[in-house]
């Protein structure tokens, strides 16, 4: 699954202080191998080349 801008996602990364947390994505970049990484803002902070699979669509 692909994220768009302004999405809400969970993140996923044991060995980030923001594992766990919910954030929006601010801005989405293409690899040169064709993958997507993102930059997820959080209340206290970011992290940006974030890649797909660490991140989940958050519930409403």
């Known amino acids: 699954m692909s994220f768009e ?4 996602v969970l ?12 954030g929006t994505v601010t ?3 293409e690899t040169m191998f064709g993958d997507a990484t993102y930059t997820v803002n ?5 992290e940006s080349g974030v890649p797909e ?3 989940e669509p958050a519930e409403d």
Do not use: C, N, R
């Not at 801008?5 to 809400?8: A, K, R, S, V």
């Not at 993140?11 to 919910?22: K, L, N, R, V």
């Open 11 to 22: 993140f996923h990364d044991e060995h980030s202080e923001y594992d766990g947390e919910t």
């Open 5 to 8: 801008e302004d999405d809400q």
């Open 42 to 46: 959080f209340e206290d902070g970011q």
């Open 53 to 55: 699979d660490s991140l």
């Open 27 to 29: 801005q989405v970049m």
